[in-house]
DNA sequence: ACAACTCAGAGGGCTTACAA
DNA sequence: TTGTAAGCCCTCTGAGTTGT
C-alpha cells in the first residue's frame, strides 16, 4: 500500500516537474521571440497592424512560427484587467493595415488627408482603442469634469508618459484639437461679476465696481447656466439652420431683430434676412421646418439687440437672489429626476459637442467667429441663464406647463443621424415632446461622474502603488527605509553569530539578506519544516528558533540602520512577506528535490 | 450567534538573473 | 540562445479575532 501510495506520488511529482519545465520552456520562447519581433518591427518602417490594432511582422518573419499557440487577440483595456496590460498576445489573423508609428504629434502642421490617417491611427501597437477615440473620451470627460486647461495638458502628459512607446498621443492640448478637426480657441474663461458684468480679475475677491464678494462655488447657479447655454447654442444654431444663416449673405446684414416666441418664451436674435416675413410687429420664421410667428421686440444693430434683450430679461428679474430659491424649490417639486431627462442630458451634451466641435467649424469664418463670440460672451452666458431661470421660475406656478424646445433643424442627410444621436429620448421634439430641465438630476449625474472618475483613478493610482512600491523594493539604495530611521541613533559596529559577523554577509537588499539570515541560522531541514515566529498553535508546522530569530532582527536593524521604533513595522510589512514566501518556496524546492532523488532511485532500481 | 475582518499557509503562475 | 532556479505576485482557503 505504502509503496503504491509513494509510486503515485513520485509519477505526480515528476509529472509537475515535466509540466513546470515545459511551461516555462514555452513561455520563454514565446516572449523572446516576440520581443525579438516586436524589436524588429518596430524599428522597420514595414511593420503593420491590423484593424485591430495588432501588429503585423514583417514578411520575413513567420508568426506561426514565432507564436505555436495561438492565445486569444489583445482587446481594450478595462478597469478589471489592468494587471494584465502587460499581456501581450498576437493572433495570426490580424494581417492587414499598414500601422503609421510616425509620432505625429511632432508635426505642427498637418495635410487634411494625413490628418485623416491619423485618426485612424491607434493610441499605441497594443490597444485597439483608436486615437480619435481617445480624443473625444478625452475631450468629453474634461469638459464634464470642468477641467482646466492647465490640468487637462498635465492629464495628457501624464497619459503620454504612462502608455507604452511609440503612441499617437498628441503632446499638447493645442494638437489633440487639431487631430479632431478643432482649430479655434473655444472657450476663454473669464469671471464676471453678475452684478455688473464687468471682467475682475482672477486675484480679486470682490467686484472693484461693485463691491459684491465672488462666490468661487454656486453649483445650482453653474448648472443651471450650463444648461440654458446649451439651449441657447441649439437654438441658434436652428435659427442658422432654417434660415440659411451660415451663407454669406446672412453674415452680411447689419440689421438684427429681437424676437419673442410667445409659445415657449424664448428670445432671439437673427439678423433681417433670416426672417422669412414681416407682419406689423410680427416677424415670421422658419424653426425645424416650421412656421414660427414671434413678435419684434427690437430691431437694430447686434449689439442693440443684445441690450435690449438683456433690460428685458432684467426687467422679469427683479430680485436675482430669488432664483436660487426658486430652483430649489423647483427641485423639492420635482425631487425624482427621471431617467427621460438624466439621458436628455447626457445627449444634449453628446450633441452639443458635436455642433461645437465639427459643425460650427465646418462654416464659414465669420459664423464661426460669431458662434465663438456667443460661446466667450458672458453677456450672453448670463442673460441666458437669467432668462432660464425666469422660465424655471413661471414653472413654479404652473408644473403642468411645459417648457417647449426648439428642435435643431437638420436637413434630410442627417435627420436620421440627429436622431440616433439624440438617442430618440426626450430631447428629440419632433412631436412635440415636453422637456423639463432639472437640476437636481445635473447634480446626481455630475456626481455619478465623479465617483467614477474617483474609482478609476483610485484604481489607477492603487495599480501604481504596487509598481512603485515593489520597485523601490528592490533598490537597495533607495529611501523607503527612511520611514523605519531616526537620526542620531546609534548601532552596533558588529553582529556576532557563532564567531562571525553577521554584517559582512554581503546582499543587495533588505529581503536578500534576510534569506541570506534564514541560511546562515537555519538548516535546510528547519527552513523546509517551519515557518516564521511567532507560531501560533493552530499552524500544525512549528515556528522556528526564536532565540536566532532575534539573531536576523539585530543583523537586518543594525545592517539598515533601522530605528527601534520602527523595526516592528518594517519588519512586518515588508520583511516578513518575503521571508515567509522565501519558506515557502525553500518547502518547494526541497520537495521537488525529494522526489526528483526518489525519480532517479526508483529508475535505478528499476534498471538495475 | 453570526458576519466581517485579519492573518498566515499553500499553490500556481509570471518575471528575472544567470549559467551552460 | 536556451534552460533553469529563484524570487515575487496573486488567489484561495482555513482559522482566529472582533464587532454587532
New binding site residues.
Given amino acids: 500500500m505504502m509503496n503504491i501510495d509513494l509510486a503515485d506520488a513520485l509519477e505526480i511529482a515528476s509529472e509537475?516537474?515535466r509540466?513546470?519545465?515545459?511551461?516555462?520552456?514555452q513561455?520563454?520562447?514565446q516572449?523572446?521571440?516576440y520581443d525579438?519581433s516586436m524589436n524588429e518591427a518596430i524599428n522597420n518602417n514595414n511593420t503593420a497592424v491590423s484593424d485591430s490594432g495588432c501588429l503585423v511582422f514583417p514578411p520575413s518573419i513567420n508568426t506561426n512560427d514565432a507564436l505555436p499557440v495561438t492565445v486569444s487577440k489583445p482587446t481594450a483595456p478595462t478597469d478589471n484587467d489592468t494587471?494584465d496590460e502587460?499581456?501581450l498576445f498576437y493572433n495570426d489573423e490580424d494581417i492587414n493595415t499598414p500601422l503609421d508609428l510616425n509620432d505625429f504629434s511632432e508635426n505642427d502642421e498637418y495635410s487634411t488627408s494625413s490628418q485623416l490617417e491619423n485618426i485612424k491611427q491607434r493610441l499605441h501597437p497594443f490597444t485597439d482603442v483608436s486615437l480619435e477615440a481617445f480624443s473625444h473620451e478625452f475631450l468629453h470627460l474634461l469638459r464634464k469634469s470642468n477641467v482646466s486647461k492647465t490640468h487637462a495638458q498635465n492629464y495628457l502628459t501624464l497619459i503620454k508618459n504612462i502608455l507604452p512607446e511609440p503612441n499617437s498621443i498628441p503632446k499638447n492640448m493645442i494638437q489633440l484639437y487639431r487631430q479632431l478637426g478643432i482649430n479655434e480657441n473655444l472657450f476663454t474663461k473669464r469671471i464676471v461679476c453678475q452684478n455688473c458684468l464687468l471682467n475682475i480679475s482672477s486675484t480679486n475677491i470682490a467686484c472693484p465696481r461693485c463691491g459684491i464678494i465672488i462666490i468661487m462655488s454656486n453649483t445650482s447657479n453653474v448648472a443651471s447656466r450650463v444648461i440654458a447655454r446649451r439651449q441657447q447654442l441649439r437654438q441658434q444654431e436652428t435659427a442658422h439652420q432654417s434660415t440659411g444663416y451660415g451663407n454669406s449673405t446672412a453674415i452680411s446684414s447689419s440689421q438684427y431683430h429681437l424676437l419673442f416666441f410667445g409659445d415657449n418664451e424664448e428670445r432671439l436674435i437673427l439678423p433681417e434676412n433670416n426672417i422669412k416675413k414681416f407682419i406689423d410687429d410680427k416677424a415670421i420664421v422658419m424653426i425645424d421646418r416650421k412656421r414660427k410667428i414671434a413678435t419684434i421686440e427690437a430691431q437694430g444693430s447686434l449689439s442693440l439687440c443684445q441690450a435690449i434683450r438683456q433690460s428685458k430679461l432684467d426687467e422679469l428679474e427683479q430680485i436675482p437672489n430669488i432664483i436660487n430659491r426658486d430652483i430649489d424649490n423647483f427641485d423639492v417639486d420635482n425631487g425624482g429626476a427621471s431617467d427621460n431627462e438624466q439621458q436628455f442630458d447626457e445627449n444634449d451634451e453628446e450633441v452639443n459637442d458635436t455642433y461645437i466641435h465639427s459643425q460650427v467649424l465646418k462654416q464659414q469664418p465669420t459664423t464661426v467667429q460669431r458662434t465663438l463670440n456667443d460661446i466667450n460672451d458672458p453677456s450672453t452666458d448670463i442673460s441666458v441663464s437669467k432668462r432660464r431661470r425666469t422660465h424655471l421660475k413661471s414653472q413654479l406656478h404652473d408644473k403642468n406647463r411645459p417648457i417647449k424646445r426648439l428642435r435643431p433643424l437638420v436637413h434630410d442627410d442627417d435627420s436620421e443621424n440627429e436622431e440616433t444621436r439624440s438617442g430618440g429620448t426626450a430631447e428629440t421634439t419632433n412631436t412635440g415632446q415636453q422637456l423639463q430641465v432639472n437640476p437636481q438630476a445635473i447634480y446626481s449625474q455630475i456626481d455619478g461622474l465623479f465617483n467614477a472618475m474617483t474609482n478609476t483613478i483610485e484604481r489607477r493610482f492603487t495599480?501604481f502603488d504596487?509598481k512603485i512600491?515593489?520597485l523601490t523594493?528592490?533598490n537597495f539604495y533607495d529611501h523607503s527605509l527612511d520611514l523605519f530611521r531616526e537620526k542620531d541613533e546609534t548601532f552596533e559596529s558588529t553582529v556576532m553569530y557563532q564567531n562571525e559577523d553577521l554584517l559582512r554577509i554581503r546582499a543587495?537588499?533588505y529581503?536578500?539578506y534576510g534569506?541570506?539570515l534564514l541560511r546562515k541560522l537555519y538548516s535546510k531541514q528547519e527552513l523546509a519544516e517551519?515557518?516564521?515566529p511567532t507560531?501560533?498553535?493552530?499552524?500544525?508546522?512549528p515556528?522556528l528558533d526564536n532565540d536566532r530569530f532575534e539573531y536576523l532582527h539585530k543583523a537586518v536593524a543594525t545592517k539598515f540602520r533601522l530605528s527601534n521604533l520602527h523595526y516592528s513595522q518594517f519588519y512586518?510589512k515588508l520583511l516578513?512577506?518575503?521571508l515567509?514566501?522565501?519558506?515557502?518556496?525553500?518547502?518547494?524546492?526541497q520537495?521537488?528535490e525529494v522526489s526528483?532523488i526518489m525519480i532517479t532511485d526508483s529508475n535505478d532500481n528499476s534498471t538495475s
Fill in positions: 509537475k516537474k509540466k513546470k519545465l515545459k511551461y516555462n520552456v513561455w520563454n520562447r516572449h523572446r521571440r525579438e494587471a502587460d499581456e495599480h504596487k512600491e515593489r523594493q528592490n543587495k537588499d529581503g536578500d534569506r541570506l517551519c515557518i516564521l507560531g501560533h498553535q493552530r499552524y500544525r508546522r515556528p512586518s516578513r512577506p518575503k515567509a514566501d522565501f519558506l515557502n518556496d525553500e518547502r518547494k524546492r520537495n521537488k526528483m
